[in-house]
C-alpha cells in the first residue's frame, strides 16, 4: 500500500474500490508465523461492469512525518494517512538492509486484540447489494480427482473454503 510505484494499486482499482484497510503493527504474526513485517488488512469491493469508479485517494501516498536531521521522512498511502482510527501503531523508521525502511511499532500497552475489534467496528456496513455469483464448474470433470470443487447440498460462493468430511 505504501509503495511509490502506484502500478499494482491502479492495476487492482481498475476493477475494485477500496473500501477500508486496517494495518497491523511490526510483530502481529510473530508468534504464529515467526515475522515481524507490518501487516495490512485490505477490503474491496468489487465493481459491476459499467459501474463508476469509487474514491481514488488510496492510489497514493502522502508524508505523515517530515524529513529531519536524523531521520527521512515517513510516507505512507494516503488511506492511512486520512485514516489514522485504522492504524493500529504508530509510525516509524528503522534501519532496514537498504537503508532506512517504514515500520509501525505496536502502540504501549494497547491490547492488538481490543484495537482490532475497534477498527473492524469502524467498517463500513451494509456495501452487500445483490446475490453471490454462481461459480462456474465446467471444470470439475477435469479436475475431479485433484479436488472435489462442489459440496454436497448447497451452493458455493466465489472465494469461498469449504470442507468435506467424507474425503478424509
Known amino acids: ?12 482499482a481498475k476493477s475494485a474500490d477500496l473500501i477500508a484497510a486496517i494495518r497491523l503493527p511490526e510483530g502481529s ?29 488510496w492510489l497514493d501516498v502522502d508524508e505523515v512525518q517530515p524529513a529531519t536531521e536524523e531521520n527521512g521522512a515517513i510516507c505512507i498511502n494516503r488511506w492511512f494517512a486520512r485514516h489514522p ?12 538492509p537498504y537503508g532506512e525502511a517504514y515500520t509501525c511499532r505496536p502502540r504501549d500497552g494497547e ?7 475497534a477498527a473492524i467496528d469502524l467498517l463500513p456496513a451494509d456495501l452487500y447489494d445483490g446475490e453471490p455469483t454462481p461459480i462456474d ?5 477435469e479436475l475431479a480427482e485433484i479436488v472435489d470443487l462442489q459440496p454436497k447440498g448447497g451452493p458455493v460462493r466465489e472465494g469461498s473454503f469449504f470442507l ?3 474425503r478424509g
Do not use: N
Open 1 to 12: 500500500m505504501d509503495k511509490a510505484d502506484t502500478t499494482a494499486r491502479e492495476q487492482i
Open 137 to 141: 464448474f465446467d471444470l470439475e470433470d
Open 29 to 57: 504474526f510473530r508468534r504464529d508465523a515467526g515475522t515481524d513485517v507490518v501487516v495490512d488488512i485490505l477490503f474491496y469491493r468489487k465493481r459491476k461492469l459499467g459501474e463508476p469508479e469509487g474514491d481514488q485517494l
Open 164 to 166: 468435506d468430511r467424507s
Open 111 to 117: 491490547d492488538l486484540e481490543t484495537a482490532l475489534a
Open 85 to 96: 482510527d485504522f492504524v493500529l501503531g504508530t509510525h516509524a523508521l528503522m534501519s532496514g
